[in-house]
């Protein structure tokens, strides 16, 4: 029906890069289907694209309300909470994201992102970059990451083995 057609344009338009467009065409669709966590989703991405904090957070906000184990909305809050130098509350979200669902595979690699570069935990960093390249297949860049963070993680092992 027109509730396919409406989102695909949407989703469309916020792909070419026009945010203004999908930003009104989300909200339109919202108008007659309220019920759809995805969309606030979207129109979270498109706020925090322009900056636009505040209202980032009150779309997710209103996509956990209508489902509080939506990992899209998590892990999106746990962008948000990230970029404003919340690393624990990020942490939190991220993990619950994987909880409610193991095989949501963009809040494993940001658990990767945020304990190796925020959080200082190279295990947890190579454990989270591991499981996100089990559920994606080969991705170049992480396999990189993860044989550098392998080698650092033996390497702070002898060092503490040496300390003893």
Do not use: C
């Amino acid at each position: 029906g027109s509730s396919g057609t409406m989102f695909e344009q949407a989703v469309a338009a916020m792909a070419a890069g026009d945010l203004v467009d999908a930003e009104l065409r989300f909200k339109e669709f919202l108008l007659q289907y309220s019920g759809y966590p995805g969309v606030y989703v979207n129109l979270a991405i498109i706020h925090s694209n322009n900056g636009n904090d505040t209202a980032a957070e009150e779309a997710i906000n209103a996509a956990l309300a209508l489902d509080a184990d939506y990992p899209p909305a998590l892990n999106q809050q746990g962008m948000l909470l990230r970029r404003n130098g919340k690393f624990i509350e990020a942490e939190a979200a991220y993990l619950k994201a994987v909880t409610a669902s193991p095989d949501y595979a963009l809040a494993h690699y940001n658990l990767g992102v945020l304990n190796e570069l925020y959080l200082q935990r190279l295990d947890a960093a190579l454990r989270h970059f591991e499981h996100y390249q089990e559920l994606v297949g080969e991705d170049k860049q992480v396999a990189r990451w993860i044989s550098d963070l392998s080698r650092r993680v033996m390497a702070n092992q002898r060092s503490a083995n040496a300390v003893e």
